[in-house]
């Protein structure tokens, strides 16, 4: 083997054995970061969850895992899930009626401020919008810097 052969064949172990390396990736090193700080900022959630509270203003942070279809019935809610810990996952009922629509995708961190209505699944945040009538503290949904409220 000459001299060019057996560098190429170097080059070419150390490049496999570089791709067997099970190295973070850029998205997992993100996701860490986003689950330590919403373990932080999610405390009147689980708060609210432990003690099976509901009608509970609170606000929080979490990524959505789970895109689902709108709820035309009646005003119509933008649905879709949020881990907020390893133990909890919350439906988001955002009223498209009343805000617009968040543009989220799977794996996307949100912030939120809402209402909290517990069920044994992990609870329903909506009053994720304004307050027409001013009697009802207002809510949003922070996405990307936009707040959609």
Known sequence: M???AKHLCY??????GLCACNQPSAGNHQAAQA????????????QAFAAKQSNVQVSGSGVVVKLLSDDN????HQKFLVKINPQQTLLFAHNIDLAP???VQ????ISFSG??????KGG??????HSPNGNHPGGWVMHNNEKYQ
């Open 115 to 120: 209402e909290y209505v517990y069920n044994p």
């Open 124 to 129: 329903v945040i909506h009053w994720t919008h």
């Open 73 to 76: 019935k009646g005003a119509k």
């Open 11 to 16: 080059a070419l172990i150390l490049a496999f």
């Open 106 to 109: 799977t794996g996307d961190t």
């Open 101 to 103: 629509r968040v543009p």
């Open 35 to 46: 689950a330590k700080q919403t373990a932080t900022n999610n405390h009147s959630v689980e």
């Open 2 to 4: 000459n001299h060019a």
